[in-house]
């Protein structure tokens, strides 16, 4: 980053965030979202990406896709 603060640096982005449901990536879906960010997210399963579609009401899109999955990923 070159000057500014990250708020700024977000705001109006659009982000994806792997692994959006938990650990690291649920962290930097929710700094994203609290900084402005559009955010999309992808999850493991159906039932997480319910989780985090009902703690972010806000977000663009979450869809399960496990990327360890090649044929899921093409």
Same mark, same amino acid.
């Given at each position: 980053m070159t000057g500014g603060t990250l708020?700024?640096?977000l705001a109006g982005r659009r982000i994806l965030v792997v692994g959006g449901g938990?650990?690291?990536?649920r962290a930097i879906r929710l700094l994203?979202?609290?900084?402005? @960010?559009?955010? /999309? &997210?992808? *999850?493991?399963? @159906?039932?997480? /990406? &319910?989780? *985090?579609a009902a703690e972010s009401p806000e977000i663009a899109a979450v869809r399960p896709l496990d990327v360890r999955d090649r044929a899921a990923t093409g």
């Open positions: 708020g700024a640096e938990s650990g690291i990536g994203a979202l609290e900084r402005g @960010a559009q955010v /999309a &997210a992808t *999850v493991l399963d @159906a039932a997480e /990406a &319910a989780a *985090v």
